[in-house]
């Protein structure tokens, strides 16, 4: 247990770093072309435009890795103070502080946080601008202060460290066990903090003195991944072999690394290869001089060539050292490939990667695997995510209602992930959550969706589903009887309950306040509040057609303490992970009591006419009667 603690721990760790990088990738090439084109050694050298260089590598990367980190922590707030911290460690230090700004970043962030939590309801009305900007400075103000006397040095101290460790290991040629370290990291989601942590900045330091750096070539070199992919296109088996030329394409023109993270998960002995691809690259880069005269990012051999120095001798030692790798982890792949017993399911490794990314893959979409035909016969679908208690409900609700209304004899059932019956002939769950499906019931037809609310796949399974069954007209008319017979629970929504004209800077405000809701009203207990948080972190809980329905994880139903609804109206929208949600319905559900109403509540907001309605509800009667007619 302690193991595996360790390992999400750590697995958090890389893919919070990532998300601090990734999105400034942009500001990044900016650099590296204007570096690459306008300094003494560039292509068109020019004393003008290269003053460009310093203040881009030394402000605003830094700056902009700081904001995004505080972001992350506390949104626009805790961007803000991320930033002003980055400065304190910036102005205190001669070198690049990509390092102390993913440090600084955060912290801005986690500090301001604690503080909004810790006035959160004891600030008077007309203060709250007051407040919340000089909060912010004040706060801001001390940790830029603290990051220049403290944390400045300390960075400083360490990166110098590292430069007499690097500067030790070239000397005594032993730059290529590097890989030993970096090419594992890649697959835990530590790159970026190898590379734009450690490597970038030491690698910017070399650029200033020597013109070039082969830092810069240790993380991003896509020659060991591409070696892999080709031993799979000549050795590999199945949907691996037949996916392989695509993902080696996306891998080394595209610079997408991680797209062969899941043939090396397939065939673990594969890190081998890897490592001594790496090693063969990095020997070569030092016996030839190789080197980068800004940041390759993404490690694409087209940012590569771009980065490298303007000289024959230096497109030889980098494009040499690439091939060497590629050759080197192409042949121990494809001995490791063609020894031992093959069981190569990529569709299982694309989930490991995403389980150990921690979200949502760009790239797991090319592994998905194909569907074939509808079962015959079906007699049982059900709806699944991840507590069973929210999406999967509202969608089972909709297809029951449509799968009457054709005259089909199929139950429609919802459920959590964990729970799916192994004897589901069509399971149908969101895009993020089918791998975990398809590892539960790989036999299942499966199928993903993006809109519960309003999806074509519906539409599309019942005409599917039409040629294949006919009705039982006495079981119908029983099943319907006994719906009609179902006790009502509309007394789940209350007019206490339900909020006009709100409004959220972001979903997590518009969560916890939905959360607060349910816990006033003795639905739940606290901790369910950070568990909507956490279970709209997993997968989003918006539905689609304007709505979000905020609700806990599995784990959190024993939190629920009795069914409960909370009604928000957001005219104005806010955002759920690009889509604009007018409407927010937070749910507490116990014992399957809440599912009636929400049955009302899916089928109501299926239809766009009544969201328009319900956002320009002007009572809390009147928006509860528009889902009460249905």
């Known amino acids: 247990m302690a193991q595996s603690n360790i390992k999400v721990a750590v697995q958090k760790f890389g893919n919070f770093l990532s998300s601090m990088v990734m999105p400034n990738i942009g500001a990044f090439i900016a650099w590296g072309l204007i570096t690459a084109l306008f300094i003494p050694t560039g292509f068109f050298p020019n004393e003008s435009l290269a003053k460009l260089v310093d203040p881009m590598v030394k402000y605003l990367l830094p700056l902009l890795i700081g904001y995004t980190g505080g972001k992350l922590v506390h949104d626009q707030r805790g961007g803000v103070v991320g930033a002003i911290a980055t400065m304190g460690v910036i102005v205190g230090s001669d070198i690049p502080m990509f390092l102390g700004a993913m440090i600084m970043g955060p912290l801005g962030g986690y500090i301001i946080k604690k503080f909004d939590q810790f006035i959160e309801g004891k600030v008077k009305t007309g203060f709250e601008m007051l407040i919340n900007n000089f909060s912010a400075g004040i706060l801001g103000g001390i940790l830029a202060i603290l990051a220049f006397l403290g944390v400045s040095p300390a960075v400083d101290g360490f990166t110098g460290a590292l430069v007499v460790g690097v500067d030790w290991m070239v000397a005594h040629g032993l730059l290529p066990l590097t890989s030993i370290l970096i090419e594992p990291a890649k697959i835990l989601f530590l790159n970026n903090a190898i590379n734009h942590g450690i490597l970038s900045p030491i690698g910017a330091e070399q650029i200033r003195t020597n013109g070039q750096s082969i830092l810069l070539l240790l993380e991003t070199n896509p020659g060991p991944g591409l070696g892999i992919l080709l031993a799979y296109c000549f050795f590999g088996k199945g949907t691996a072999k037949q996916s392989a030329p695509g993902a080696a394409i996306i891998h080394f023109i595209g610079g997408i690394h991680e797209i062969y993270f899941p043939y090396v998960l397939m065939r673990p002995l594969l890190i081998i290869a890897a490592i001594l691809g790496g090693m063969s690259g990095v020997f070569t880069f030092v016996l030839l001089g190789g080197g980068l005269q800004a940041v390759a990012s993404p490690g694409s051999i087209l940012a590569i060539l771009a980065a490298t120095p303007g000289n024959a001798g230096s497109y030889v030692a980098n494009i040499s050292g690439v091939l060497v790798a590629a050759i080197v982890s192409f042949i121990v792949g494809s001995l490791i490939l063609k020894t031992g017993k093959q069981t190569e399911d990529l569709d299982e490794a694309a989930r490991k990667m995403q389980e150990m990314k921690g979200k949502k893959s760009s790239v797991a979409g090319s592994f998905t695997k194909q569907q074939g035909e509808v079962p015959a016969s079906v007699q049982k679908i059900v709806f699944a995510c991840d507590a069973g208690m929210g999406s999967s409900a509202m969608g089972a609700s909709l297809l029951r209602k449509k799968v009457k209304q054709a005259n089909l004899n199929i139950s429609v059932t919802n459920t959590a992930i ?158 759920f992970d690009g889509e604009k949600v007018r409407l927010i319905f937070g749910i507490a559900g116990k014992d399957g009591t809440h599912l009636e109403i929400l049955s009302g509540i899916a089928i109501t907001c299926s239809d766009m006419d009544n969201i328009e309605k319900m956002v320009h509800a002007k009572s809390a009667k009147e928006l509860m009667t528009i889902i009460q007619r249905n």
Do not use: C
Request: proline share 4%.
């Open 418 to 575: 964990s729970n799916i019956p192994s004897e589901a002939q069509i399971v149908i769950t969101q895009k993020e959550l089918t791998p975990r499906a398809q590892n539960k019931v790989p036999d299942a037809y499966h199928i993903s969706v993006d809109n519960f609310l309003s999806s074509p796949e519906y539409d599309k399974l019942i005409d599917q589903l039409k040629n294949d069954h006919t009705t039982s007209k006495a079981e119908e008319e029983k099943k319907v009887s006994a719906e009609n017979n179902t006790d009502s629970n509309d007394g789940l929504l209350k007019e206490e309950n339900v909020f006009l004209n709100q409004h959220f800077s972001s979903k997590e405000e518009a969560i916890r306040f939905a959360g607060s809701v349910l816990v006033k009203g003795g639905y739940v207990e606290e901790n369910y509040v950070e568990a909507m948080i956490e279970r709209d972190n997993m997968t989003s809980t918006y539905m689609g057609n304007d709505v979000a329905i905020p609700h806990g994880t599995e784990e959190a139903k024993k939190n629920v303490l009795r069914s409960g609804f909370t009604v928000i109206q957001v005219p104005e929208g806010v955002d």
